[in-house]
């Protein structure tokens, strides 16, 4: 399973969405979604990261005082599936 939503700096990856936060079964995690993916299941995050990456990418960039870096979104969140059932 992909990661959703990064963001890099000099240091390189300083947070993500991936899998071990939209599979979760434990209560907590730290990540750009927030909490919204957590153990959400990959389809509802990919819905989720599709209306909120952007939302999630100031915030966290603020919440980590990050001023040079780049973000990348996965391009399943950025293209949308051509049936339902993807």
Request: glycine letters at 8%; one cysteine or more; hydrophobic letters at 25%.
């Amino acid at each position: 399973m992909p990661t959703l939503i990064s963001v890099y700096n000099s240091d390189g990856c300083v947070g993500r969405c991936d899998a071990k936060c939209y599979n979760a079964t434990e209560p907590y995690c730290d990540c750009i979604c927030g909490g919204k993916n957590h153990g959400a299941g990959y389809k509802q995050a990919v819905d989720n990261t599709r209306e909120l990456a952007d939302q999630w990418l100031e915030r966290y960039k603020d919440e980590k005082g990050l001023t040079n870096c780049k973000c990348k979104i996965s391009p399943k969140i950025k293209q949308l599936p051509l049936f339902s059932d993807e």
